[in-house]
């Protein structure tokens, strides 16, 4: 059984609250991440999403209002170490993508998307369709926005507002997802938010729905104390101390679960992961030993595909 904290099973939320506050602030580090002569990351759209939403200690941070020197020690908005950070986990889902459609893969699910705008800024191939799944008001912000700022999706997107705890695969069927096609299916960020039997019944789901040759990418955390109330405790006070007033506690559900690598193998995926720590040296970064690495250090970035 899962160990719930803040959270509840009809639970909502917006960008500017509860886990919608996580996409934001993930959004405000590719922002920064893309700034500067030397960007690492090459996202226009996160800076005017990150505003839109208008929670100031991220203003502040793309702004560079934060004092970067009180924040050398602080890896969770130090700005170097949040980029670093950010890119490699950027970087690996969009070479995903990437692979999947050079492979032939025109059809692709982003699960939990966020303000991801992947729909607008990747090379997709013609006749491309890609699903974004999230929280109707999510889905709206983000869509209403990039509308307003001119900003045209480079493949054919289709939206589905609708709560991942729901029926969302029959929703997806009636946009149009085509069963009998391979797809490309991401689960970024995702997985410490559901409880260990929701993480189970979102694989079912993506395999039922997978023709063979779909692939899959997602993270995973595989020590179970990685999200201990006293590193929580210590996450939210530094997050609070800057304005940011949200409980780290409150966002994730804890306690054992399924090893993701293990799970899909049982389940005919042929399954690879890399190791954050692999994939900071592969992308020329050194890898830090900090607060944010305490939390994710152990965390594999895995890719699998459907045999």
Partial sequence: MSTRTGRSEGDSWDLASSVGATATMVAASRAV??????????????????RAVGLEPFVRLLDGDIDVEDLKDDALLNRKARSEQITVRTRFFDGFFTDATSAGIRQAVILASGLDTRAYRLAWPAGTVVYEVDQPQVIAFKTDTLAGLGAAPTAERRTIGIDLRDDWPAALR??????TRPTAWSAEGLLPYLPPEAQDRLFDN???LSAPGSRLATEHVSDPNAFSDERLRRISERWQSYGFNLDASDLFYRGERNVVVDYLTTHNWDVTARSTKELYAHNGFRFPEDELTAVFGDMSYVAATLK
């Fill in 33 to 50: 991440a893309s700034q500067g002569p030397e960007p690492l990351l090459d996202d226009p759209l996160a800076d005017p999403l990150v």
């Fill in 174 to 179: 009636q946009a149009g997802f085509d069963v």
């Fill in 206 to 208: 993506i395999t039922a």
